[in-house]
């Protein structure tokens, strides 16, 4: 079933035509990332359907305006594809794959109905006509294509728009046959529109006035005498529209965009550079075109108009009706009696406008990335945050009766990613926010709507995404003081590094708590506190819950944070922790706790007894109250039904929500509407029918479980198909051409860059396609794993200089470029040739080998200055002249410094820095041959090792340097190593350390510092945190066991969770100490192995803890158990796995006690009585939850197997009540479960001959024992009943036809039927029936056997101690007592659907106050409705004709009460099987097999039944047991 209702992905920028309206006026559509997005036009925008299937941006839409074809589309997309669609069934029609180039441009010919024209980027045109597959090529032009449009009036003309301001119309009818070329925009032209009149005599008119003189915003371009043709429409990025002749392919009108003064102002000179100038011709306007403007506005042109204003602003009439950025793409349509106008913009909105009045008719938002966070208002009822990853917040009221999208968009002081929102739970309009770049904010969102304020930002920030917000009560240090000086509730954020802060709301400036602290010294805690994922308060705020990393739940209890218990469950990353709601007739259920973490399976705990008890020490929990197993990916949202009790709502990686009955264990419904992985869902607070789910396809669906299809979530193929969908996202575009390394690509092209945003970051990531940075960020946003550093990526691909980009961090196997490598080539260049000299001096050498008369010259001018010893003879050298230079040698030191220096500069531009620096050192400046290289980055060994002749601070100086130039160029180890030949040992080990070379950083730290300095500590530490993140843990172990932290070794060691991590993890934790955690991971991994049938290697883990002799016991019950019921049974049990059984010896072959009690003794040394009350201690404190129909066969077995070892405990202590209670625990456990023939064969295995020698041994005065053991003996003789009816005599057996055709059927009776029972139980009226069917438990290969096995057994003492136990099975007291149960309980369920009736009454009173037309039909609907809800048909009716009142059912309630509050309570905490039941089967054994069953026995059966049974309860019994 599709959604309700949807916000849907932003529209894609910068598009020549991304959307489009159907003819028939009933659609409009367009591009958003990868798919087209389908609204039906109305009073309000309906969403109607996706088209998906491409893979990359779509970046053309258009609907087939040929009559009768309104239902066809077609899109254009970066992936290279044209599709054409089908809108009735949402389906690929056809697609092509003609283009080699990014596709521009796609327009649908209005003449041709089949007849599709695309553009691409080289400027080649395809003509496509699909019903007949056949293709037709142009290359018009070598340039690159903007847009195109195909003529309304001519099935041959095409107008095409290129990127350097030409537009030609070309004939595609004759091959390269260009029509005009119109010359006169000098930049992008934009968009093209054609007049919907065809001829010129619409403006003939206005040009002839306008001949004369020059107009001010109209110049007429060319006299244009009327033939015939049509008029065209452009918008270019120069900022004028022009109006063209196509008879004489000339311009006659040029418009020049006008400079609107905005409310805030003149507009800005950046956003006139950011304009896309959109132009459309609207089909009822022949003489008025509609156009964009600078900053959002739209223009209505009167092109007939006079004077300096030819325009109209559209949405003048009120504020806010205006786009607030630039808009792309404009379209119209006829509907509804009207001319509307449809805009898409990059302010995200998509706009409806009413051509006649130029008002806004409605404004549809639209999202710009993942859908991080759904938050509904406690307070301010229906209205939804929502947290997006382009940076804005949005409030949607979702009980608007005027407009179904009311969404307000908060954008200031974000930034970023919002991940996380909460509403203040008491104050309205009061909004938390976090980000993925660690910031929580207040948004105050009544006033800053209003006012334009920012919001308030607190002071501390997380190093990390923000997870989760949560509102709770103060905490020390902002618990302290008295009520007017703190907070009522103060805000909580829980980030990726794995710590919860606590912000003071009243003063966001101040700093934040760390509330680690608080645990800390609340509960004495030593050890390393794990990192936190997940925070969540009891709706009371009395308790804390807190996800951790390694899949922990810590159970804290306000203000002082003391610690109760610790979930150890998932044993991975927690994602969603939820506390079940407070208001409902079942207050234990708000105990109830809902936790996903990622391996997808969710766990429900029931923590009332743990709360409530007064334990001193914190326990573990271990075993979950309830498991909800169906998703097949990790679990990234959960949210409560406030409207019903134990029913949750998951939202999954699958891209999948489920809702679940808990209690029942059952799915309800699963919705698949979204195209992504889902991130959030909340359930609707006003509509209990209603979910909302956001995912990372950029959208927010509203849906029904009550219309959803599927009931549980898909297996494999969904899988499959959104891992499919996901590869199908759309990518970064890879640059075209590759450019040679070292290369400074070209600048960028005016044309790409908008008010210095670049389009293919700013627009094509963000509207388009799909940001690298975002899909990285929600993966770690749900597995919550950023704890360890991490890299950023850029946010997109750029066109950037060498220089600008970004240097990796670390890379450990790519070898760094090294500038001053002696064997590495550079890079050749056409400006820069590296010659090899012949000296060092080559200038010199050359001009010494110039012509005989130079030479000679140069010997007078040396004598000459030698001669007269001129001071000045340096001038006459100087550089400048170039002729005399190299004879500074043969002169004073001035001159020759001259000339190196002149020979330096020479080499320097050659690219021979080494030579230049050797003429450095020979003239003895080594401190500049130093400062020179370190400026130009080319330091080298060579030169580092010659600096300390410059002096030891010139040698720290130059080492200091190299090391930066080392880290620059990658080479970190060779950078620290020479910051440890100047004895900076810190801050080399902090340089590996940033840089993740911890070895390394170990090794150093470990042989330079002190074995106490707390450097080395912290480097073991952040290694094991990078080690456990990657899943190294035996490596993380050996770091935290080198930082003095065992505990952390041994958790981190168990953390994979199969055998040998965890019998490892006890080993380490017993060798270390840690004797709990020891004991904890030995029975973790006993269990692993049992679960795989070892049961040998389960008693070899045990027996390493001697605290764990009990679990030893009950593992060896467990085996003896599974190998009798093997034995006993050996077709039924049967397993993949050989089981590995102990090769113990029994001498005694006495019962199954005998032998448990045998094998206690002679292997586990069990041989006092003071050793089993220990052992019995020690279990009786371990409790486990109650099987369900849903409980594992293994899990129960085990469980059965504790409460068995109990009892064989008390049976050797002499403890009979203990053992009576135990082994009805047994008992009771498997018929929860739903397994009889379990039930059954332990009866057999402990009581092979009933239950009387039991009773020898009980106290008859202690009440308690004597009802536990009635409850044990009612279940032996209930097991004895079902035998006699599965084994009854074949010559006695007659067919229960009649018994099944006289079942009252629900929809057809609901009253007891005396004349069904009376016929059941007389014998008389069943000698007539038929033979029983086949399928009936007859027996009928082997009824020979069975009848001589049951004349063998039946002699007469066995067959009235049997009688005796079916009589006992007939307990009035017990009738009394289960049909009062049945009354409370039916009351209970009546008033709980009463009450969520009466809500829904006074929802929909509501809805009628703000409607008033339909205030009629809604008081009649409620009136009709009545207050007893119909939870079927039948109750329907019965609810019609006997209404039930409230205070009717309220004394109903109270007398059930107090009815059952009669019976003693020993009758009522020991469970004892249905008597009606057995009394019903009694009456069937009867009416089959009247010799089986005395006359009196049948007849206190029936009267019990007549007695004690009604409607509803003889109708679920009868189905029962016939069934």
């Known amino acids: 079933m599709a959604a309700e209702r949807v916000l849907p992905a932003s529209p894609n920028w910068y598009c020549s035509r991304c959307c489009d309206t159907c003819g028939a006026g009933r659609l409009f559509g367009f591009g958003a990332r990868n798919s087209v997005c389908l609204l039906e036009i109305g009073a309000a925008p309906a969403f109607h359907g996706e088209l998906v299937g491409h893979t990359e941006r779509v970046s053309g839409f258009t609907f087939c305006h040929y009559p009768g074809q309104s239902n066809f589309c077609a899109s254009s997309s970066d992936d290279g594809t044209v599709k054409i669609w089908d809108t009735q069934t949402l389906t690929v029609v056809t697609e092509h794959l003609l283009h080699q180039n990014t596709i521009s441009a796609l327009h649908w010919s209005s003449h041709v109905k089949d007849l599709v024209v695309s553009g691409d980027e080289k400027g080649t045109v395809i003509c496509y006509w699909y019903n007949r597959n056949d293709s037709q090529q142009f290359f018009p032009e070598p340039r690159t294509i903007f847009c195109l449009a195909c003529s309304p009036h001519h099935e041959n003309l095409v107008a095409i728009g290129y990127k350097d301001g030409m537009v030609v119309i070309i004939d595609i009818s004759r091959k390269r046959e260009v029509v005009h070329r119109l010359r006169g925009h000098d930049d992008e032209i934009h968009s093209l529109a054609w007049c919907p009149v065809p001829g010129e005599e619409v403006l003939y008119s206005r040009q002839e006035e306008l001949q004369e003189g020059e107009v001010p915003n109209g110049e007429l371009m060319q006299e244009a005498a009327v033939t015939k043709g049509c008029y065209l429409a452009s918008g270019s990025k120069d900022q004028t529209i022009r109006i063209w002749s196509c008879a004489r392919g000339r311009g006659v009108m040029t418009l020049k965009l006008p400079t609107l003064k905005r409310r805030s102002g003149g507009v800005d000179p950046a956003i006139k550079e950011r304009i896309w100038l959109t132009v459309h011709w609207p089909c009822g306007h022949p003489t008025e075109i509609v156009s964009s403007c600078f900053g959002g506005e739209l223009l209505l042109w009167d092109l007939t108009q006079s004077g300096k204003r030819k325009w109209t602003l559209l949405g003048s009439s009120s504020e806010g009706q205006n786009h607030t950025r630039i808009v792309f793409n404009l379209c119209s349509v006829q509907a509804h009696g009207r001319e509307l106008l449809l805009s898409i913009s990059m302010d995200r909105d998509v706009k409806c406008w009413d051509l006649t009045t130029l008002d806004c008719c409605w404004t549809l938002p639209s999202l710009g990335g993942f859908v991080y966070s759904l938050a509904f208002s406690p307070v301010d009822t229906g209205c939804l945050a929502i947290g997006v990853g382009d940076s804005m917040i949005r409030v949607w009221n979702t009980l608007s009766l005027s407009n179904t999208y009311d969404v307000k968009t908060f954008w200031q002081g974000i930034k970023s990613k919002v991940t996380a929102l909460s509403w203040h739970p008491t104050k309205e309009g009061c909004l938390a926010f976090g980000t993925d770049d660690g910031k929580v904010g207040m948004y105050d969102t009544y006033s800053s709507n209003i006012k334009n304020r920012p919001p308030q930002i607190s002071s501390t920030y997380h190093k990390k995404t923000v997870y989760t917000l949560a509102w709770g009560p ?44 608080v645990i800390r010294d609340t509960n004495s805690i030593k050890y390393k506190l794990p990192a936190r994922t997940e925070i969540s308060w009891k709706p009371d705020g009395k308790i804390l819950a807190l996800g951790n990393e390694d899949g922990s739940i810590e159970i804290f209890q306000a203000p002082n944070l003391r610690l109760l218990c610790t979930i150890q469950q998932h044993h991975k990353l927690i994602n969603a922790i939820r506390w079940h709601h407070e208001h409902g007739t079942q207050p234990e259920l708000s105990y109830m706790i809902a936790s996903g973490s990622i391996n997808a399976i969710i766990y429900v705990h029931n923590l009332k007894s743990v709360i409530e008890s007064s334990s001193k020490t914190p326990v573990t929990i271990t075993e979950p109250f309830r498991t909800l197993v169906g998703h097949t990916a990790k679990i990234t949202s959960l949210s409560w039904s406030p409207h019903h009790e134990g029913r949750l709502v998951s939202a999954c990686y699958d891209g999948t929500a489920q809702v679940w009955d808990v209690l029942k264990e059952e799915p309800l419904c699963n919705y698949r509407g979204h195209r992504g992985r889902l991130l959030c869902v909340q359930w609707s607070p006003v509509d209990p029918d209603s979910v909302y789910t956001g995912a990372d396809d950029f959208c927010v669906h509203k849906w029904l479980t009550s219309k959803q299809e599927y009931t549980r979530p898909p297996q494999g193929k969904k899988s499959t ?118 000296s060092i001096l080559p200038i010199s050498t050359s001009m010494d080998q110039r012509s005989k008369d130079e030479l000679h010259q140069d010997c007078l001018m040396l004598a000459t200055c030698l001669r007269s010893k001129v001071i000045g003879l340096n001038e006459g050298l100087a550089p400048d002249s170039g002729d005399h230079v190299h004879l500074g040698m043969f002169t004073d030191r001035a001159a020759l410094y001259r000339m190196m220096e002149v020979e330096g500069k020479s080499h320097l531009e050659n690219g021979h820095s080494e030579l230049f620096q050797q003429l450095m050192l020979w003239k003895g400046d080594l401190k500049g041959i130093l400062q020179s290289a370190a400026e130009r980055g080319e330091l080298t060994d060579q030169l580092v090792a010659m600096s300390p002749m410059a002096g030891y601070q010139a040698w720290v100086w130059t080492v200091e340097v190299f090391a930066k130039q080392l880290c620059f160029q990658e080479q970190y180890v060779k950078a620290a190593s020479h910051l440890l030949s100047i004895h900076k040992v810190y801050e080399a080990v902090e340089l590996l350390k940033t840089n993740h070379f911890y070895r390394e950083a170990i090794v150093i730290a470990k042989a330079r510092l002190r074995p106490e300095d707390p450097v080395l500590k912290d480097l ?43 019998k490892t993890a006890a080993e380490l934790a017993q060798i270390v100490g840690e004797k709990d955690l020891a004991t904890t991971f030995s029975f973790r991994c006993a269990q692993e ?169 009980l106290d008859s005065t202690n009440t308690q024992s004597m009802a536990a053991y009635r409850s044990l003996e009612g279940f032996v003789a209930y097991g004895l009943l079902y035998d006699l009816w599965w084994n009854l005599p074949k010559d006695s057996l007659v067919s229960v036809q009649a018994v099944l055709d006289s079942v009252p059927c629900p929809s057809e009776q609901t009253a007891v039927n005396q004349s069904y029972l009376t016929a059941v139980s007389s014998p008389e009226e069943t000698t007539n029936q038929t033979e029983m069917e086949e399928n009936l438990p007859s027996a009928d290969h082997n009824s020979r056997t069975e009848r001589n096995r049951t004349d063998s057994l039946s002699d007469l003492g066995e067959r009235q101690l049997k009688l005796n136990g079916y009589k006992m099975l007939l307990s009035e007291v017990h009738a009394a007592l289960q049909s009062t149960q049945k009354d409370v309980s039916e009351v209970q369920q009546t008033l709980a659907d009463m009450i969520r009736q009466h809500q829904r009454s006074n929802l929909q009173e509501s809805i009628k106050d703000g409607a008033q037309e339909s205030k009629m039909h809604v008081s009649s609907e409620i009136e009709s409705d009545g207050l ?27 007398e059930a009460n107090q009815k059952l509050a009669e019976f003693p309570e020993s009758l009522k905490v020991f469970p004892f099987p249905d008597v009606l039941e057995c009394g019903l089967v009694l009456l069937h054994i009867g009416s089959q097999c009247p010799t089986e069953l005395s006359p009196e026995l049948q007849q206190q059966a029936l009267d019990l039944v007549r007695k004690y049974s009604r409607a509803k309860v003889y109708e679920k019994i009868c189905r029962k047991f016939l069934t």
């Open 474 to 517: 103060p905490i020390p240090p902002l618990s302290f003081g008295g009520d007017g000086d703190r907070p009522s509730v103060t805000l909580y954020s829980c980030a990726g590094e794995g710590i919860v802060l606590q912000h003071n709301p009243w003063k966001l400036s101040g700093e934040a708590n760390d509330i680690n602290k």
């Open 1089 to 1257: 192995l049992l679960s795989a049938r070892n049961w040998v290697g389960a008693q070899e883990v045990l027996q390493q803890q001697e605290s764990l002799l009990g679990q030893r016991l009950v593992f060896c019950l467990n085996e003896l158990l599974c190998k009798c019921l093997s034995e006993r049974n050996p077709s039924e049990r049967k397993s993949c796995s050989l089981p590995c059984y102990h090769s113990w010896v029994v001498r005694n072959q006495g019962s199954f006690l005998e032998m448990v009690s045998e094998v206690w003794r002679s292997v586990f040394g069990v041989n006092t009585t003071e050793q089993a009350k220990t052992v019995f201690e020690q279990l009786h404190s371990i409790e486990y939850p109650p099987a369900t129909s849903n409980t594992h066969p293994k899990q129960l077995l085990f469980h059965i197997s504790h409460d068995l070892t109990l009892a064989v405990l008390s049976h050797e202590t002499a403890a009979w009540d203990e053992a009576v209670k135990a082994i009805l625990g047994a008992v009771t456990r498997s018929y929860d479960a739903g397994n009889f023939i379990l039930m059954q064969e332990i009866c057999n295995l402990l009581l092979p001959k009933g239950c009387d020698h039991l009773r020898d041994h």
């Open 1428 to 1454: 007893v809800p119909p939870s079927s048909q039948s109750q329907c009716k019965e609810a019609a004709k006997e209404p039930v009142s409230l205070p009717e059912l309220m004394k109903q309630l109270t």
């Open 721 to 838: 198909d959104l891992e499919k969908k996901r590869s199908s996202q759309p990518k970064p575009k890879a640059k075209k051409k590759k450019k040679p390394v070292g290369k400074v690509p070209a600048k960028q092209d005016v044309s790409d860059t908008v008010n210095g945003e670049e389009v293919v970051d700013n627009l094509l990531h963000e509207n388009g396609i799909s940001d690298p940075e975002e899909e990285k960020e929600v993966q770690e946003f749900s597995d919550k794993v950023s704890l360890a550093v991490s890299k950023e990526l850029p946010l997109c691909p750029r066109v950037c200089s060498v220089s600008d980009l970004p240097k990796p961090f670390m890379n450990h196997k790519t070898t760094p470029v090294k500038k001053d490598h002696p064997k590495e080539k550079p890079v050749p260049d056409a400006s820069v040739k590296k010659r090899k000299p012949r």
């Open 1020 to 1062: 073991y530490t952040c290694w094991a945190a990078v080690l456990e993140k990657d899943g190294h843990y035996s490596t993380a172990a050996k770091c935290y066991l080198a930082a003095a932290s065992p505990y952390d070794a041994v958790k981190v060691l168990a953390k994979k969770g199969d055998v040998a991590s965890l």
